[in-house]
């Protein structure tokens, strides 16, 4: 597996967009009908909260 190594500032700025963009993802899932979808945009969210956690520490 390969490493990406970010500069701390590349790092805030990755957080930010994650940041950014988990609640409207968390929107997208509360209003998508379709099952499929809804466990892609879960997955999705759990990928990206374990970043955060990981980009935070």
């Known amino acids: 597996m390969s490493k990406l190594n970010l500069t ?13 963009y988990l609640p409207e ?3 997208e899932t509360i209003h998508t009908d379709s ?3 809804r466990k892609f945009f879960m997955e999705r969210k759990a990928f990206m909260q374990e970043l955060m956690r990981r980009l935070k520490s």
Do not use: F, G, N, S
């Not at 701390?8 to 950014?20: C, D, G, S």
């Open 8 to 20: 701390p500032e590349e790092e805030a700025k990755v957080l930010e967009i994650l940041e950014r």
């Open 25 to 27: 993802l968390e929107h």
């Open 35 to 37: 099952k499929e979808l």
